[in-house]
């Protein structure tokens, strides 16, 4: 194993902090001798649209194109078949788009970046006499404000928006051929100048336009949908509805709930045991309990600190600006509470609290003196700060990190059999290290599409690319705040199964064959929290209150459904649940008895040889002990269900953990599907690439769906002996019809209301595919004793259904996932979800 010196090292941080230091080497001004005036290009003809989508979409999506055919005669068509790093390739580019900073404009205060995103790049072809220039660009109107999209420009106000043509000077006596705006649902409340023609009321449209140099024509102003509409009011800075938007309350209030429902689940658990908690019962109620309240704290303080500190600087009036350094605080807050929380060990806790006061003491002397030391300060960073601020954001982040894989431990109730702390130091580490490499990489990523067209400022003058360095690492604590938080709600469900885990019932009772009325409770709430998604927004606010009432409300359908069709919850002659009596028969004793039901259903329509009257004979002695077995079962009930309706374990909590593990493994692909629809289909992956947070961003996405499939698999393993259906597929369809009840509602008020509609269709049909097989191989395992008896699986298994109902309902389950998530590839996703920031 290669082991590394200290002073090693010291020598890699060095050098890692030294490259981090390093801005992009600029060059000076391309040469500028070839004019820009409008007769140079009065020959070029234009093509160019604005085009709205609204429905189906968080925020408004606009889109510009443009296609301009330039003359080959111009004197810079040369230069646009350049590299696009080349200076006289851009500087050619912002001549024809009129658009791009050079340096003296720079200088003279205005602005450097163009914020427009180009989800393909701009081409140029050469056709005979023509040079063809095809140049795409999008945006999403998140908040109120003005965007400068391609050759347009929008102003979107709290009543209506307004999108009007930017012509550039170039290109002020050319021919405009084709205009187009396209409103994407709306009419038009005015236009000017009056529009050519439209297809219909939305569209408008302005032909074989010359002089079109004045600017703002054409004009168009509309009203959006209000969906749309409202979710940029709660985005703006400084509105008053922005505290209980999407990054207030609303963002807040699924932490909150989750936590609230988990601590009435872990009140529930206690108030069912009838007797006082034993000390590891007390235990684990205790951590259920604190949880609860920790993540309810973490989560207001991720959403709701800055809107709190933004009310205090509005009654106060502070003379600087402390944002970033509150969301700094916050984060290594919130690491220190899980910390302690995970119980470390002492030294390590104060390693930790001695590195959360240095960088607290850092940021308050950086921020006294106005030095550029650290991005939080006034100030602007530079020199050794540059490297200092990758380090200083990054401590909250490994705080974060290692208090997670702490407190999962703990909540977990795995006494001592977890990871040690250095692994879990090491883990934290890496994952730390992971987040701050995708982090610097992604701002390489955005000042490349921010500086696309702009000259290169020399390194003497104050320098664009510190700008954008120090605004990336001042926002970073504030976006990784939210990011962290959110991994952090997925420790909920370990609390409730470890919760679950020591405090079951049927570890004290012989007769327990299925959860008690407590222990059900925590099962409703647990597939309530963790099965059901939590994706409602309806004009800019939470809808997930009405998601976890239809969530339980299924849920306590589905048990009551199972109450009065489920095979053990059969009376027997003393009245008592059939399960009851079967807990305490061996195992092998009901198995060779089903086994024997079905050699005599065998022998029954399938006569051996024999004359007529000895195979009539013979068929109803078979018959006769066929009614002799069906009758010491209760009505309705066979030998051959006991062993579906036990499962494959001998209790129900081994059930649960049974069916867990399946859907942990059959679920990978699953897993794999919702990933690259979430981030990798279409252009999502371009926008994910320069998302600051977008390493933590996949880990959530991840995490997200895999604990979907095993939260909902361990809900079908516990709750197996009381879930309707006599197979293992079927039972699965039910908890699948289950979850489609609030995924529906979620779905039809997204209908309605116009809202963004995420892939709740694909999500749906690949748990009904994870659930189907997960329930499949239960029942291949409950009869793994009788595999010897044939030569392969295929066998066994139409052993075991004998083309039964559950070999039907297995089988269209899987071809309706199979279509639905064929359709989803097929026919790509929606506009690319809006970027981070």
């Known amino acids: 194993m290669l082991r590394l010196r200290p002073h090693m090292l010291l020598f890699v941080l060095v050098v890692f902090l030294s490259l981090l230091t390093l801005s992009p080497v600029y060059a000076a001004d391309p040469p500028r001798g070839h004019s820009c005036e409008p007769d140079r290009l009065s020959g070029a003809k234009v093509t160019t649209s604005a085009e709205f989508v609204h429905r189906g979409q968080a925020n408004s999506v606009l889109t510009s194109i443009a296609d301009i055919k330039i003359p080959a005669g111009w004197e810079r068509t040369p230069d646009l078949l350049l590299d696009t790093h080349a200076p006289l390739y851009r500087d050619a580019l912002r001549c024809l788009l009129g658009k791009g900073a050079t340096v003296q404009a720079y200088l003279h205060g205005e602005p450097y970046e163009d914020r427009e995103w180009r989800l393909k790049p701009l081409s140029v072809k050469l056709s005979g006499a023509w040079v063809a220039v095809h140049y795409e660009a999008v945006n999403w109107v998140q908040a109120l404000g003005t965007y400068d999209v391609g050759l347009w420009t929008l102003t979107a106000g709290k009543d209506e928006w307004e999108i009007r043509l930017r012509a550039p000077p170039s290109l002020a006596e050319a021919t405009w051929e084709n205009v187009r705006v396209r409103l994407g649902g709306p009419a038009a409340m005015s236009a000017w100048p009056p529009p050519t023609l439209g297809g219909d009321r939305t569209e408008l449209t302005w032909h074989n336009r010359t002089q079109i140099a004045l600017p703002g024509v054409p004009d168009v102003a509309f009203r959006p949908p209000a969906a749309q509409q409202w979710a940029a009011v709660t985005q703006t800075d400084g509105d008053a509805w922005q505290a209980v938007g999407v990054f207030g309350a609303s963002g807040a209030f699924s932490g909150v709930a989750t936590a609230v429902l988990a601590f009435v689940a872990g009140r529930r658990l206690r108030r069912g045991m009838g007797r006082p908690p034993l000390p590891a019962e007390r235990e684990a109620l205790r951590g259920l309990y604190a949880w609860s309240l920790i993540l309810a704290l973490i989560t207001l303080v991720a959403y709701m600190g800055d809107d709190l500190y933004r009310l205090l600087h509005g009654q106060v009036r502070w003379k600087g600006e402390y944002e970033s350094t509150v969301d700094l605080f916050s984060a290594l807050f919130v690491g220190l509470v899980l910390c302690f929380f995970g119980r470390l060990k002492r030294w390590l806790l104060i390693v930790v609290s001695a590195l959360a006061a240095c960088t607290a003491f850092l940021c308050v002397a950086a921020e006294m003196s106005g030095s550029g030391l650290l991005p939080t300060s006034d100030g602007e960073v530079r020199g050794t700060g540059m490297g200092l601020a990758v380090l200083l954001d990054s401590l909250p982040v490994f705080l974060c990190c290692l208090g997670m894989v702490a407190s999962g431990q703990r909540l977990l109730v795995l006494g001592g059999r977890g990871l040690s702390q250095w692994a879990q130091v090491w ?67 370990l609390a409730l199964v470890g919760a679950l885990r020591v405090c079951r019932a049927e570890q004290h009772e012989a007769d327990s064959f299925t959860p008690n009325a407590a222990e059900k409770s925590v099962f409703v709430i647990f597939f309530a929290i963790v099965v059901v998604p939590d994706s409602a927004w309806y004009f800019g606010f939470s809808g997930y209150i009405a998601t976890l009432i239809l969530a339980i409300a299924a849920a306590w359908a589905l048990l009551a459904m199972g109450l009065s069709k489920s095979v053990l919850e059969q009376p027997t002659e003393g009245n008592s649940p059939l399960g009851t009596v079967i807990s305490r028969t061996d195992r092998s004793q009901w198995m060779r008895l089903a086994r024997h039901y079905r050699e005599l259903q065998t022998r029954l329509h399938h006569p051996g040889s024999g004359s007529a009257a000895e195979q009539a004979a013979s068929q109803e002695a078979v018959e006769r002990e066929i009614d002799q077995l069906d009758q010491c079962l209760p009505e309705g009930v066979r030998p051959v269900d006991l062993p579906f309706a036990i499962g494959p374990m001998a209790t129900w909590w081994g059930n649960a953990c049974r069916c867990a593990l399946i859907a942990c493994i059959i679920g990978l692909p699953a897993t794999g599907l919702m990933y690259w629809i979430d981030l990798v289909r279409g252009d999502s992956w371009s926008v994910m690439a320069e998302n600051p947070t977008g390493f933590l961003q996949a880990v959530l996405d991840v995490v997200y769906w895999h604990v979907t499939w095993v939260g909902g698999a361990f809900f079908l393993g516990g709750l197996w002996r009381d879930l309707p259906g006599r197979h293992g597929p079927t039972k699965a369809v039910y908890v699948s019809v289950a979850l489609a009840v609030p995924v529906g509602f979620q779905q039809l008020v997204a209908q309605i209301t116009g809202d963004a509609m995420p892939d709740t269709i694909a999500a749906l049909a690949a748990f009904a595919s994870v659930m189907t097989c997960t329930g499949l191989v239960m029942d291949l395992q409950t009869f793994q004793s009788e595999r010897r008896y044939w030569p392969s699986n295929a066998g066994l298994v139409m052993y075991v259904y004998q083309m039964r109902f559950a070999s039907v309902a297995f089988g269209l389950a899987q071809l309706v996932a199979l279509a639905t998530i064929w359709k989803a590839f097929k026919e790509g996703g929606p506009t690319a979800p809006p970027p981070f920031r």
Do not use: C, G, K, Q
């Not at 490499?437 to 690319?465: C, Q, T, Y």
């Not at 605004?471 to 709600?489: E, G, K, N, R």
């Open 427 to 493: 883990v934290a580490a890496a994952a730390t290290a992971m987040a701050m490499l995708w982090a610097f990489i992604s701002l390489d990523r955005s000042w490349e599409r921010r500086s696309w067209l702009n000259d290169a400022v020399p390194a003497p003058v104050h320098s664009p690319w510190l700008t954008i360095y120090d605004s990336w690492w001042w926002w970073f604590p504030a976006d990784v705040l939210t990011a962290l938080v959110d991994i952090a709600l997925f420790l909920t469900p």
